[in-house]
C-alpha cells in the first residue's frame, strides 16, 4: 500500500489538535508517533503541570489523558481544562471499571479507553470527535 493510499486508509475526517498526557515515555512516543502518522497535530506532556501549561498557551481540540499522573489526576486536568475552554476530553487509563467510567463522566471526560491501547478503537474515537 502506497503512503498516500496508508493515510487515506486511516484518515478520520479533519487533522485534530491533540494534547496526549500519559507519564509512561514508550507509551507516549508511540501514541504521538501513531497520531502524527494519522494526520493529527500533536503536543505531548508526561505530567500534570507540563499539561497544563500547554492547556494555557495553544488551542486544543482533545486532551487525551492518563488518569494516574506523577504530579495529580487526569481528571482534574480534564475538569480544570474544560473550564477553561471548549475540548474533548479523552480518557486513556488502566481503569475501566463502572465506578471510573462514571468518575471519568463526571469528571468531563467524554470518551473512555482502557488500556492497552485499542488502536481501531481510538480512531474511532477521533472520527466521531473530528466530524
Same mark, same amino acid.
Given at each position: 500500500?502506497?503512503?498516500?493510499?496508508?493515510?487515506?486508509?486511516?484518515?478520520? #475526517?479533519?487533522?485534530?489538535?491533540? &494534547?496526549?498526557?500519559?507519564?509512561?515515555?514508550?507509551?507516549?512516543?508511540?501514541?504521538?508517533?501513531?497520531?502524527?502518522?494519522? #494526520? *493529527?497535530?500533536i503536543?505531548?506532556?508526561?505530567?500534570?503541570?507540563?499539561?497544563?501549561?500547554?492547556?494555557?498557551?495553544?488551542?486544543?481540540?482533545?486532551?487525551?489523558?492518563?488518569?494516574?499522573?506523577?504530579?495529580?489526576?487526569?481528571?482534574? &486536568?480534564?475538569?480544570?481544562? %474544560?473550564?477553561?475552554?471548549?475540548? %474533548?476530553?479523552?480518557? &486513556?487509563?488502566?481503569?475501566?471499571?463502572?465506578?471510573?467510567?462514571?468518575?471519568?463522566k463526571?469528571?468531563?471526560?467524554?470518551?473512555?479507553?482502557?488500556?492497552?491501547?485499542?488502536? *481501531?478503537?481510538?480512531?474511532?474515537?477521533?472520527?466521531?470527535?473530528?466530524?
Open positions: 500500500m502506497s503512503e498516500d493510499r496508508t493515510k487515506d486508509a486511516y484518515s478520520s #475526517g479533519k487533522s485534530l489538535r491533540i &494534547l496526549v498526557v500519559e507519564d509512561h515515555g514508550d507509551t507516549l512516543q508511540a501514541l504521538s508517533n501513531l497520531l502524527t502518522h494519522f #494526520g *493529527h497535530e503536543s505531548v506532556a508526561d505530567d500534570a503541570e507540563s499539561a497544563r501549561k500547554i492547556i494555557r498557551s495553544k488551542d486544543l481540540d482533545v486532551v487525551l489523558a492518563d488518569i494516574a499522573l506523577p504530579d495529580g489526576s487526569g481528571y482534574d &486536568l480534564v475538569a480544570e481544562a %474544560k473550564r477553561k475552554r471548549p475540548v %474533548k476530553a479523552v480518557a &486513556l487509563t488502566g481503569f475501566g471499571a463502572p465506578d471510573d467510567i462514571e468518575r471519568g463526571e469528571a468531563g471526560f467524554d470518551f473512555h479507553l482502557t488500556k492497552p491501547v485499542d488502536f *481501531h478503537e481510538l480512531r474511532a474515537v477521533l472520527g466521531q470527535i473530528a466530524v
